[in-house]
């Protein structure tokens, strides 16, 4: 084998594969490829159970199960250059149903003497703010979770949620703004 040779079989190698290349060597077997489909789209889907649950542990475990599930089903996978669209699906499913899981339980333990208006006293101000996030608007909870909690890009979140970088930008601003409106009506920071 030549230098040229060795460098270009290298230089391929190293050259990232697609979503599609990696789910159809995923279906033939190679638990590797599966591995790597699953190391790229791990953070979005974190963000995305954590945009539903609210809880870091409970996203990271819904996270989980939906890559689980991804495994076993992937030979239902239509087109695979939809792959990323396709966990996104599954794993709000399984963010949704841990989370009407856990509001039957909490149904069943619910202190009579809890008043929604104690919702931001005793845990200060990140409190009031994560309480202000969770009421958002679902499109715009995703891309505040995505982005400040989960610390995806613009880019990062866009292709996630398959919208453009700017649709994002504008969905941000807009979240923000409804962030320091409903802040300011609980009594935060006049200068917000």
């Not at 996104?88 to 009407?100: D, L, W």
């Not at 899981?101 to 809890?114: G, T």
């Amino acid at each position: 084998m030549t230098g040229r040779e060795n460098r270009r079989q290298v230089s391929e190698s190293v050259t990232p594969q697609t979503d599609r290349e990696l789910v159809e060597a995923a279906r033939r077997g190679d638990i590797d490829r599966f591995g790597e489909l699953c190391g790229r789209h791990y953070a979005s889907v974190v963000g995305v159970a954590y945009c539903i649950l609210s809880d870091r542990d409970l996203a990271e475990d819904a996270a989980q199960e939906a890559l689980a599930v991804a495994c076993r089903d992937l030979h239902r996978l239509r087109d695979p250059e939809k792959f990323a669209g396709w966990l996104r699906g599954i794993v709000r499913n399984v963010a949704k149903n841990s989370m009407a899981k856990r509001q039957r339980e909490s149904a069943l333990h619910e202190d009579v003497s809890d008043r929604p208006d104690d919702r931001f006293s005793g845990n200060g101000s990140m409190e009031a703010v994560r309480q202000s996030v969770r009421e958002l608007p679902g499109s715009y909870r995703e891309v505040v979770m995505l982005r400040y909690f989960s610390g995806l890009s613009y880019e990062e979140i866009a292709a996630t949620l398959n919208i453009s970088a700017r649709a994002v930008n504008g969905r941000l601003t807009r979240a923000k703004r409804k962030l320091v409106e409903r802040l300011r009506c609980n009594g935060f920071g006049k200068d917000l």
